[in-house]
Nanobody, 123 residues
Framework: QVQLAESGGGLVQAGGSLRLSCAASGGTFSTYAMGWFRQAPGKEREFVASIGWSTMRSYADSVKGRFTVSRDNAKNTVYLQMNSLEPEDTAVYYC?????????????????WGQGTQVSVSS
């Protein structure tokens, strides 16, 4: 059974940094793209970042230059380094396993999801 476990969320002041981790188990994920999404209260889930099996990356315009997605296939873990955080980044962050090798931006392109980790940025 595939399981994804996010960690690293918390409360941080604007301008601060957080590093999210997503540990995957129950399968081999090195040949699949992985992604990060977020959902703020009252809003739809939105794409944040994705990394392909060959380390191709894709980012939402709102996080380009501030967030970096990476992966360690030996550990079945994906990371999201978030710098220069803004109050608008406050949301529950989810990691997911993509159905394909290449980065994808639509939630329907992903097959497995974690439970999410809360990120709160104070002004």
């Amino acid at each position: 059974q595939v399981q994804l476990a996010e960690s690293g969320g918390g409360l941080v002041q604007a301008g601060g940094s957080l590093r999210l981790s997503c540990a995957a188990s129950g399968g081999t994920f090195s040949t699949y793209a992985m992604g990060w999404f977020r959902q703020a209260p009252g809003k739809e889930r939105e794409f944040v970042a994705s990394i392909g099996w060959s380390t191709m990356r894709s980012y939402a315009d709102s996080v380009k230059g501030r967030f970096t997605v990476s992966r360690d296939n030996a550990k079945n873990t994906v990371y999201l380094q978030m710098n220069s955080l803004e109050p608008e980044d406050t949301a529950v962050y989810y990691c997911a396993v993509c159905r394909s090798l290449a980065p994808a931006t639509r939630p329907e392109d992903y097959s497995y999801w974690g439970q999410g980790t809360q990120v709160s940025v104070s002004s």
